[in-house]
T-cell receptor, first 108, second 113 residues
Framework: AQRVTQPEKLLSVFKGAPVELKCNYSYSGSPELFWYVQYSRQRLQLLLRHISRESIKGFTADLNKGETSFHLKKPFAQEEDSAMYYCALMTGGFKTIFGAGTRLFVKA | DVKVTQSSRYLVKRTGEKVFLECVQDMDHENMFWYRQDPGLGLRLIYFSYDVKMKEKGDIPEGYSVSREKKERFSLILESASTNQTSMYLC????????????FGNGTRLTVT
């Protein structure tokens, strides 16, 4: 079955601390993985995708096929990082499956 | 910049009413999608379309239908609204091909009483 699991509903860290949002997936094909973010009162938007191998707003995510994971990391969290984060898996070219989401709260 | 516009930000409807949610995108995207967003469940795909007049069921199509008569417009229809369809509805679009991210609208919060 195709599935995306984000085990933490809420993650709370202090400003300047490292943050890791976990994502595991289940898919028999070659995965295309994304992280989307929704800031307060804004639309859901793409944060990064695994194929780009880029760092956006200090965030990176590495695809680990052995562990079927795509964890999102940032070495030093900022207050403006507080948002809802969704891990997503694209299957078959256009269908995208989302995890339940993790709310990140960065405390001052 | 891609713009996906959902016609209503908030809607309140009564049980049994027929409800139309409209979505328009201005970037000539082939693919369009309707998701519902619920706390603790994330986004669940209702229907999607990869071309005009084409539609495919997503994971939770029951109680919904869609219409895509023009490339830029994708409508979600609740044939007979029920209270369990109270939710945030998100429309999204993307270009054809792999690794194409979704571009989302602002969402429509529907309350069925």
């Amino acid at each position: 079955a195709q599935r995306v699991t984000q085990p933490e509903k809420l993650l709370s860290v202090f400003k300047g601390a490292p943050v890791e949002l976990k994502c595991n997936y289940s898919y028999s094909g070659s995965p295309e993985l994304f992280w989307y973010v929704q800031y307060s009162r804004q639309r859901l938007q793409l944060l990064l995708r695994h194929i780009s191998r880029e760092s956006i707003k200090g965030f990176t995510a590495d695809l680990n096929k052995g562990e079927t994971s795509f964890h999102l990391k940032k070495p030093f969290a900022q207050e403006e990082d507080s948002a809802m984060y969704y891990c997503a898996l694209m299957t078959g070219g256009f269908k995208t499956i989302f995890g339940a989401g993790t709310r990140l709260f960065v405390k001052a | 910049d891609v713009k996906v516009t959902q016609s209503s930000r908030y809607l309140v409807k009564r049980t049994g009413e027929k409800v139309f949610l409209e979505c328009v995108q201005d970037m000539d995207h082939e693919n369009m999608f309707w998701y519902r967003q619920d706390p603790g469940l994330g986004l669940r795909l209702i229907y999607f379309s990869y071309d005009v007049k084409m539609k495919e069921k997503g994971d939770i199509p029951e109680g919904y239908s869609v219409s895509r008569e023009k490339k830029e417009r994708f409508s979600l229809i609740l044939e007979s609204a029920s209270t369990n369809q109270t939710s945030m509805y998100l429309c999204a679009s993307s270009i054809q091909g792999t690794d194409s991210p979704l571009h989302f609208g602002n969402g429509t919060r529907l309350t069925v009483t």
